[in-house]
């Protein structure tokens, strides 16, 4: 090719020179594409889905969840709001998902153990025993009340709702893995507990008869 063009006339050994840059230029845009990657947003969220884990959040937003447990609200003072003053009791104790009517609590208390049913210990709290006011979920713990009720977890800090979801999903394993199998093992009719843990009420339909609690910490004592 060289001889050709160095023998060539001198249009043509400009044509041979343009060629060949366009020849250049097409070797540099061919590298270019294969040295560089763009990555979308949606697949930059769907690689952090992949990477993330939810058992090991979980074991850190426990751990972090420890030292919120200070400003739980006391069992009997909450349910006396929601019985007369549900505006204070969400404006004071309440932590609000967006726009739900729905709010969750952190919430203490001490009473005495009246039933132990197939999903929850229903407990009358103290100082007077009577019917039960609290019932500490046993079972069926499906919902996001510790999640929500910690106030520690940002929904926008997560590409997806779905990681959001697991995380819940990881926090109540620990619930029923290992907070309640001590408990349930020994625990009995008449003994006393003392109880921290989280709720869920929705403000316009409140289900407080007696109240549902997923425990965060329980400790017995007996008769």
Same mark, same amino acid.
């Given at each position: 090719?060289?001889?050709?063009?160095?023998?060539?006339?001198?249009?043509?050994?400009?044509?041979?020179?343009? *060629?060949?840059?366009?020849?250049?230029?097409?070797? +540099? %845009?061919?590298?270019?594409?294969?040295?560089?990657?763009?990555?979308?947003?949606?697949?930059?969220?769907?690689?952090?889905?992949?990477?993330?884990?939810?058992?090991?959040?979980?074991?850190?937003?426990?751990?972090?969840?420890?030292?919120?447990?200070?400003?739980?609200?006391?069992?009997?003072?909450?349910?006396?709001?929601?019985?007369?003053?549900? !505006? @204070?009791?969400?404006?004071?104790?309440?932590?609000?998902?967006?726009?739900?009517? $729905?709010?969750?609590?952190?919430?203490?208390? *001490?009473?005495?153990?009246?039933?132990?049913?197939?999903?929850?210990?229903?407990?009358?709290?103290?100082?007077?025993?009577?019917?039960?006011?609290? *019932?500490? *979920?046993?079972?069926?713990?499906?919902?996001?009340?510790?999640?929500?009720?910690?106030?520690? +977890?940002?929904?926008?800090?997560?590409?997806?709702?779905?990681?959001?979801? @697991?995380? $819940?999903?990881?926090?109540?394993?620990?619930?029923?893995?290992?907070?309640?199998?001590?408990?349930?093992?020994? +625990?009995?009719?008449?003994?006393?507990?003392?109880?921290?843990?989280?709720?869920?009420?929705?403000?316009?339909?409140?289900?407080?008869?007696?109240?549902? +609690? %997923?425990?965060?910490?329980?400790?017995? !004592?007996?008769?």
């Amino acid at each position: 090719m060289t001889a050709n063009c160095t023998a060539a006339f001198f249009s043509r050994g400009q044509m041979c020179r343009i *060629a060949k840059k366009i020849a250049f230029a097409l070797i +540099v %845009v061919f590298v270019l594409a294969n040295s560089i990657y763009f990555q979308s947003l949606h697949d930059r969220q769907n690689q952090r889905s992949v990477d993330f884990e939810p058992a090991q959040y979980a074991a850190s937003f426990w751990e972090e969840l420890q030292g919120e447990l200070y400003r739980a609200v006391d069992a009997s003072e909450l349910l006396h709001y929601f019985a007369t003053d549900m !505006k @204070t009791a969400v404006e004071r104790y309440g932590r609000t998902l967006g726009l739900s009517r $729905s709010h969750s609590y952190l919430v203490k208390g *001490a009473g005495v153990i009246m039933d132990i049913t197939d999903d929850a210990l229903l407990i009358s709290l103290q100082p007077a025993p009577n019917a039960a006011n609290i *019932a500490l *979920a046993t079972a069926f713990l499906f919902g996001n009340e510790i999640r929500d009720g910690a106030g520690i +977890v940002n929904v926008s800090d997560f590409p997806s709702t779905m990681e959001f979801n @697991t995380i $819940s999903v990881a926090i109540n394993k620990i619930v029923s893995e290992e907070i309640l199998p001590p408990v349930l093992k020994t +625990v009995k009719r008449g003994d006393s507990v003392h109880f921290v843990g989280a709720t869920t009420v929705n403000e316009e339909t409140p289900d407080i008869h007696p109240l549902r +609690v %997923v425990p965060v910490s329980l400790e017995l !004592k007996g008769e």
